[in-house]
């Protein structure tokens, strides 16, 4: 029983890693699934791919390593957040795809419920605001289209879950509907002070209790796995969000520490501790975990699109054949040649949740060539990120003065040094970059005696550091720009 198993159910792929007692890893697997687009912003998955993908690199992960499941200490769970799972709790089956977090078809209802006056009481229970990035009208979405649905529920028959909970359902043959504190926190039916479902909450948006799976803390034995696809009588020992989980991987376990997650998009989040920061410029303040009786939270500013620019750059207008290469086209010119990209392909997220927003490229003259956009993109997932980290300041009273980072993106050089730079401050990239599984696996070791949090805290290592260097003149003139890009694309899509 000399290992750990954490599993990253992420929005583009399935991934397992396994851990040693030290925290080094000794195996890792990962396959990508189907994204559906079944209309213009629109993001639909498989659940039941999402179940055999991540139960194979389980496997997988397992065999490379030579070891079986009886070897393994304890499970962790962490997942892409707010994707909505509702299923027959008889059969098991999903009676609708998953939709995923970036899915924009509830729009007109959260802007129904922001215009009657909603907001501030929804913020002021749940931390989050009245977008269709949350799970609560995505739940409701499916009551509504499905015939039947809404009965079923109102019966006791069908379970809601988020991704997490529909993966311990499966994995413990439909004996465990739970989910954890952090998980919870992202649906908008979550009360984070008395960390309970909020009945006023599930009358607002019409969903019956009897569908909601009940809410653990992060790191606590839950259960035992049962499916033979998996492997059984393993102890499932953690649960926790994704971005919440790379915090804990980053180890930033103390209230002020902040990490960056620069993967599809890009997700800041800085610990709060005990205290619960009420943002004043629409940052999400939510539950990083729950560890014993003590609940630590979050502020997070989410960005939709980050690598997902340079994904496009990469497979819609064929610019480059891999991600990597952005950064040495980027690097070929010496600055961005007057180009400000926007990539508001769904929206813009944090600070300003404008789901009306769209993607635009500014400053073309005859002389803009493919590097030229290759940086602006690499420049866009700074910037956006900058607009965060400002209001972040102005919410803490103190700007932040080091950013772990991790996630895809962080291996680009020319990107991390950007964000130091506009930024001004420090950019630290850890040694081990799969934060994210880390934080799930030290989560599920803590629960089982594995390490202590002590132990956990003298674990990062860093790789490499980025000062900030730039001319406060020439971080200026490229803000000013941005802001000026941003401006003109909001409310385009009204
Ligand atoms: N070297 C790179 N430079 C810029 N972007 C990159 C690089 N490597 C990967 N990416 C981007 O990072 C994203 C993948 O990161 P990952 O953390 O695996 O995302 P997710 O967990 O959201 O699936 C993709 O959108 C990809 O375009
Ligand atoms: O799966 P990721 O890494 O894209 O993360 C998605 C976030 O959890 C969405 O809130």
């Not at 799972?85 to 008889?90: A, K, Y």
């Not at 971005?243 to 980053?250: E, K, M, N, Y």
């Given at each position: 029983m000399r290992y750990i198993m954490a599993i990253d159910q992420g929005t583009s792929s399935s991934r397992c890693i396994l851990y040693d007692r030290e925290g080094k890893m000794v195996a890792a697997a990962q396959r990508e699934f189907r994204q559906i687009f079944p209309q213009p912003g629109w993001v639909e998955h498989d659940p039941e791919?999402?179940?055999?993908?991540?139960?194979?690199?389980?496997?997988?992960?397992?065999?490379?390593?030579?070891?079986?499941?009886?070897?393994?200490?304890?499970?962790?769970?962490?997942?892409?957040?707010?994707?909505?799972?509702?299923?027959?709790?008889?059969?098991?089956?999903?009676?609708?795809?998953?939709?995923?977090?970036?899915?924009?078809?509830?729009?007109?209802?959260?802007?129904?419920?922001?215009?009657?006056?909603?907001?501030?009481?929804?913020?002021?229970?749940?931390?989050?605001?009245?977008?269709?990035?949350?799970?609560?009208?995505?739940?409701?979405?499916?009551?509504?289209?499905?015939?039947?649905?809404?009965?079923?529920?109102?019966?006791?028959?069908?379970?809601?879950?988020?991704?997490?909970?529909?993966?311990?359902?499966?994995?413990?043959?439909?004996e465990l509907h739970i989910t954890d504190v952090s998980n919870a926190s992202r649906t908008l039916?979550?009360?984070?002070?008395?960390?309970?479902?909020?009945?006023?909450?599930?009358?607002?948006?019409?969903?019956?209790?009897?569908?909601?799976?009940?809410?653990?803390?992060?790191?606590?034995?839950?259960?035992?796995?049962?499916?033979?696809?998996?492997?059984?009588?393993?102890?499932?020992?953690?649960?926790?969000?994704?971005?919440?989980?790379?915090?804990?991987?980053?180890?930033?376990?103390?209230?002020?520490?902040?990490?960056?997650?620069?993967?599809?998009?890009?997700?800041?989040?800085?610990?709060?501790?005990?205290?619960?920061?009420?943002?004043?410029?629409?940052?999400?303040?939510?539950?990083?975990?729950?560890?014993?009786?003590?609940?630590?939270?979050?502020?997070?500013?989410?960005?939709?699109?980050?690598?997902?620019?340079?994904?496009?750059?990469?497979?819609?207008?064929?610019?480059?054949?891999?991600?990597?290469?952005?950064?040495?086209?980027?690097?070929?010119?010496?600055?961005?040649?007057?180009?400000?990209?926007?990539?508001?392909f769904t929206g813009l997220g944090a600070p300003f949740w404008d789901p009306d927003a769209r993607g635009a490229i500014f400053g073309l003259t005859r002389g803009v060539s493919a590097a030229h956009i290759a940086r602006a993109a690499l420049e866009s997932i700074a910037f956006q990120v900058d607009d965060i980290l400002a209001v972040l300041a102005e919410d803490c009273g103190r700007p932040v003065s080091q950013l772990r980072i991790d996630g895809g993106a962080a291996a680009n050089r020319f990107l991390a040094q950007f964000q130091s730079d506009i930024s001004a401050l420090e950019v630290v990239r850890p040694a081990h970059l799969e934060t994210t599984a880390l934080g799930a696996a030290y989560l599920a070791g803590l629960a089982v005696g594995v390490w202590t949090l002590e132990e956990l805290a003298t674990q990062w290592r860093s790789d490499r550091f980025f000062q900030h260097s730039m001319p406060a003149e020439a971080v200026e003139t490229h803000k000013k720009q941005w802001r000026k890009a941003v401006a003109r694309v909001r409310a385009w899509a009204e």
């Amino acid at each position: 029983m000399r290992y750990i198993m954490a599993i990253d159910q992420g929005t583009s792929s399935s991934r397992c890693i396994l851990y040693d007692r030290e925290g080094k890893m000794v195996a890792a697997a990962q396959r990508e699934f189907r994204q559906i687009f079944p209309q213009p912003g629109w993001v639909e998955h498989d659940p039941e791919e999402i179940w055999r993908t991540q139960a194979a690199v389980c496997r997988e992960a397992l065999r490379q390593a030579n070891l079986q499941p009886a070897d393994v200490a304890a499970l962790g769970i962490t997942n892409q957040r707010e994707t909505v799972v509702v299923w027959d709790r008889r059969t098991g089956t999903p009676v609708y795809p998953a939709i995923v977090w970036q899915d924009r078809r509830t729009a007109e209802h959260c802007a129904r419920l922001r215009a009657a006056g909603w907001e501030e009481k929804v913020q002021a229970k749940t931390g989050l605001l009245l977008d269709p990035y949350f799970s609560a009208t995505k739940i409701r979405w499916i009551l509504d289209h499905i015939d039947g649905a809404l009965d079923k529920a109102l019966q006791g028959e069908l379970a809601f879950g988020t991704v997490d909970s529909w993966l311990v359902w499966k994995m413990t043959q439909g004996e465990l509907h739970i989910t954890d504190v952090s998980n919870a926190s992202r649906t908008l039916l979550f009360d984070i002070d008395t960390l309970s479902w909020d009945l006023e909450l599930l009358d607002l948006f019409g969903i019956p209790a009897a569908m909601l799976p009940g809410v653990k803390a992060s790191s606590e034995c839950y259960g035992l796995t049962r499916d033979p696809l998996l492997g059984a009588g393993i102890r499932i020992a953690a649960i926790v969000g994704d971005q919440q989980a790379s915090l804990f991987g980053q180890l930033c376990v103390e209230p002020g520490m902040a990490k960056c997650t620069y993967g599809t998009g890009s997700f800041l989040v800085m610990n709060t501790g005990p205290e619960k920061i009420v943002s004043k410029h629409r940052l999400l303040t939510t539950v990083a975990w729950k560890i014993g009786d003590r609940v630590d939270y979050a502020l997070e500013g989410s960005v939709f699109v980050g690598g997902a620019a340079i994904q496009w750059l990469r497979d819609g207008l064929h610019l480059f054949d891999a991600a990597a290469d952005s950064e040495k086209l980027a690097v070929s010119v010496s600055d961005n040649g007057g180009v400000y990209f926007v990539p508001a392909f769904t929206g813009l997220g944090a600070p300003f949740w404008d789901p009306d927003a769209r993607g635009a490229i500014f400053g073309l003259t005859r002389g803009v060539s493919a590097a030229h956009i290759a940086r602006a993109a690499l420049e866009s997932i700074a910037f956006q990120v900058d607009d965060i980290l400002a209001v972040l300041a102005e919410d803490c009273g103190r700007p932040v003065s080091q950013l772990r980072i991790d996630g895809g993106a962080a291996a680009n050089r020319f990107l991390a040094q950007f964000q130091s730079d506009i930024s001004a401050l420090e950019v630290v990239r850890p040694a081990h970059l799969e934060t994210t599984a880390l934080g799930a696996a030290y989560l599920a070791g803590l629960a089982v005696g594995v390490w202590t949090l002590e132990e956990l805290a003298t674990q990062w290592r860093s790789d490499r550091f980025f000062q900030h260097s730039m001319p406060a003149e020439a971080v200026e003139t490229h803000k000013k720009q941005w802001r000026k890009a941003v401006a003109r694309v909001r409310a385009w899509a009204e």
